[in-house]
């Protein structure tokens, strides 16, 4: 499986960003997919996760502020991203699970700053 993640870019604090992350296969076939971000000096971090019913999740932090949806024509899913602050300043990830492996994409950095 290939993941090709994209739409990062530098912010503004308050602002919004979407990302996007596209699936060489049917996404129908990928149990969990979803997005960790590594911020510099840090551990790599759950954002959020979506199963191949539909069902979302996310880390305490992002509620209410990011939301993790698909495109199954497209095989792609998006994070989108509200009310960003610096610390959400991070390379995101996009992840998708199969059984027992896990296949990561490049990485997008995102970047908020005034």
């Known amino acids: ?5 994209s739409g ?3 912010v503004q604090p308050g602002g919004s960003l979407k990302l996007s992350c ?10 969990i997919m979803g997005w ?6 840090m551990q790599r971090e ?3 996760t979506i199963t191949s019913g539909g069902t979302t ?5 992002e509620k209410g502020r990011f939301t993790i949806s698909r495109d199954i024509a497209k095989n792609t899913i998006h994070l989108q991203m509200n009310s960003l602050k610096p610390e959400d300043t991070a390379v995101y990830y996009c992840t998708g699970t199969m059984f027992t492996s896990t ?12």
């Open 22 to 31: 596209q699936a060489s296969i049917n996404i129908f076939s990928i149990n």
């Open 103 to 114: 296949h990561w994409g490049q990485g997008t950095q995102v970047t908020v700053s005034s």
């Open 1 to 5: 499986v290939q993941l090709q993640a």
């Open 8 to 10: 990062g870019g530098l």
């Open 46 to 48: 759950l954002v959020a």
């Open 36 to 41: 960790y971000r590594q911020a510099p000096g």
């Open 57 to 61: 999740n996310y880390a305490n932090s």
